[in-house]
Structures are given as C-alpha cells and as structure tokens.
DNA sequence: GGCATAATACTCGGATAAAGCCTGTCCGAGTTACGTCGG
DNA sequence: CCGACGTAACTCGGACAGGCTTTATCCGAGTATTATGCC
C-alpha cells in the first residue's frame, strides 16, 4: 500500500493557498519554489486539482491558482481522490473464478465476501480523511507549529501572492 | 493509491487454509492451481506470510502451508501488513523544510501536522481491517456464497490437503 | 491627451523520456518418504 | 522379521529478467500586461 508522492506536495499547496488573500492567486512556480520541487512536475497535480474543480488556474501573467471553495468545504479525501484517482485502492481481480473448476457465471453472481470486507475498510479510511477539513488543518497548523515556520510562511504568502483586482503590480 | 495484487491472492490462500483440517497442509502449487495464477509467485507472498508468522511452511513430500494459529486471530490487517509492508501509506518527505528559507532544525521539532492527519486516518484504516477477522470471512462465505462454490471449494481442499499424521516439526 | 493596436512576457496545459517498483519466472538447497539391503 | 541406510522425489527459499505505473522534464498554446503609434 503505498500513496504518490504527489499527494503530499498537493496537500501542502493546497493548505498554502488557503492563506492567500480571497481572489488572489499564487503562481505554481511559486508553489514548487517553496517547497523545493520540480515546477514542471507540480504542475502535473495541480492541473488534476484544478481538473477536479477543487483548484482554479487563471491564465496571464498575473494568474496562478486559488481555491476553487472555501477551505471549510475541501477535504483531505477529496485532495487525494483527485490526485489518485477514485479507483479504490484494493480491486478485486475475480481471481475465484481462475481455478480449473469452471462453474456457471450464476454461482458468482453475488459479490465476493473478501472484495466486500476490504471495501468496508476503505470506507472507513476515506470516511476519517473526509473528517479532515482543510481549514482544520490550517488552523492546528497556525496554532501548534513552530511560530518561525509560521512567519516564514506567511511572509512568502504576502510576498509571492498576486492581488487579482487591483490593476497595478508593482515589482 | 494501490494495493499490491498479491494481497488479494494472499487472502484468499488464508481463507482457503483455514478450511482445512487442524494440522493438515497444502503445498503451494494447490493453491496456484485453484486461482490459476503462477505457482512461482504466489510463493514469494506465501514466504512473506511465512516471515509474519501468520503461516507455517513444512518442507518436504508431504509438506505444505497451513495457518500458524487459529483463524479467530488473524485478521486482515495482518495480511495486509505482511504483504506490503509495516510502512504506513503516507510518507512524509518532509518537503516543509525544502524550501529556500533555512530556519533551524528545532522550528520543526513537532511533526508535521499534514502527516499527522493522514496517519488518523490510516489508523482508522488500520483498525478497520484489524476488526476483519479470518473467521468472519470465512463464516460469511459458507452461508452466503452460492452453494455450487462452496461445494467446489470444500471438494478441492478435500482433495489436495495432506494430512499430518506425527507431531509436525516446526520451522 | 486619450484610445486602439500590436508586441511581449508570463502563465498554464499536454505530450514526451527515464527511473523505480511490482509482476512474473527460473533454478538451487533442504527435508521427508520410500525402497532396499543387511542383520 | 526388523532395523538402518541410501536413493529419490517433492517441497520451499532466494536470486534473476520484463512490464507497467510513477516520476521527472521539455516545449507549445493562450492571455493579460505594456509600450507605441495614431487620432
């Protein structure tokens, strides 16, 4: 069992720009500048996050990404359904029906008790990552971490963020 | 995310060895052919089932696998975790601290809160699959399942298992 | 001086190579059962 | 007839290639900004 690497890097982009201002947006160069990755690769799971409505990219050279809703209504379950997809992470093969004993398509047609018990599981997995509110998140982050890394990442929002609105970008 | 494919052969095997006689055993190749999968690999999900002390193997003509304890303290998670590994889903690669402002080591001290959300729910995950019981799966397939499958399976096991007749040595 | 226009620079987006892990396969070491020989 | 031994066959165990998903990278399409020329 193991998640992409991606999915890190697209929660902690997310949870970045849930302190951007409302309606501004930050660059995914940016992005991929603080936390020290491929700009080309991030884009990658931006543009799925963005494809599963829970970002939204605008063009320009004052556009980059925002929050597609506010943080109260992501969640981690939807961040990594986008990311890995929404198959589930165990998928039965049918492998009962490979044995030498062929049995009518009849004797199989309720669901197999191995696959069912397995999915039980993993609705309680995405049940507990779709408790976890990104605005949560944020807010034990902004409470908990290390007030150094707090500042330092708040002043890298201020200093990076594009303001949409105002029609004069000083730099 | 994606299990790995072995884990569903393996379970099945499980379920399939619980339903042999105390003490008796399978070989490997048995349970290949019930599947139709390749004999030579099963058997690297079998050694790891081996390692994790949830089967023991016994060499020789009449040798084979059968469970290591009763079916009532295996669960699923304990499959799972042999095959694929104790390491949790989420990695945290610590990509908080790759970005180009340095702050010392101690602003980072407290976990990551981003990886402390993902294990909650991994752990929720984890005792899910935990409270998945082998005894379970295989009660719920002699009641549910199509009779046709059980008889089969009953019948195949019948056929292949080898009973121990001396005190087994163990590995 | 104001407005329309064209060049510009920055952005995202998809298509294209390389690496790592999982899948699949092979052959060798070890062990038990059986047949045979000797007592 | 009983016991011990040697042979043999069957088993598991670890080491070796191939396929596929994931990772990483590049270049092209699109758009708001900006400077310029015209009115």
């Known amino acids: 069992m193991r998640l992409s690497e991606g999915v890190e890097a697209a929660i902690h982009c997310a949870a970045t720009l849930a302190g951007v201002d409302g309606g501004a947006t930050m660059p995914g160069s940016a992005l991929a500048e603080q936390f020290g990755v491929s700009p080309s690769y991030l884009l990658k799971h931006l543009n799925a996050l963005t494809a599963a409505r829970i970002l939204e990219s605008l063009p320009g050279p004052a556009g980059g990404y925002r929050l597609a809703r506010p943080a109260?209504?992501?969640?981690?379950?939807?961040?990594?359904?986008?990311?890995?997809?929404p198959q589930p992470a165990f998928r039965c093969g049918e492998i009962r029906q490979g044995g030498p004993v062929k049995l009518p398509a009849s004797a199989y047609a309720k669901p197999c008790g191995i696959n069912a018990a397995m999915l039980r599981a993993e609705r309680a997995y995405r049940a507990a990552l779709a408790a976890e509110k990104l605005s949560d998140i944020v807010s034990e982050y902004l409470t908990d971490a290390d007030p150094r890394s707090v500042a330092a990442s708040c002043a890298f929002i201020a200093q990076r963020q594009r303001p949409q609105k105002p029609p004069s970008t000083k730099r």
């Open 72 to 85: 109260e209504r992501i969640s981690l379950l939807d961040i990594v359904l986008a990311v890995e997809g």
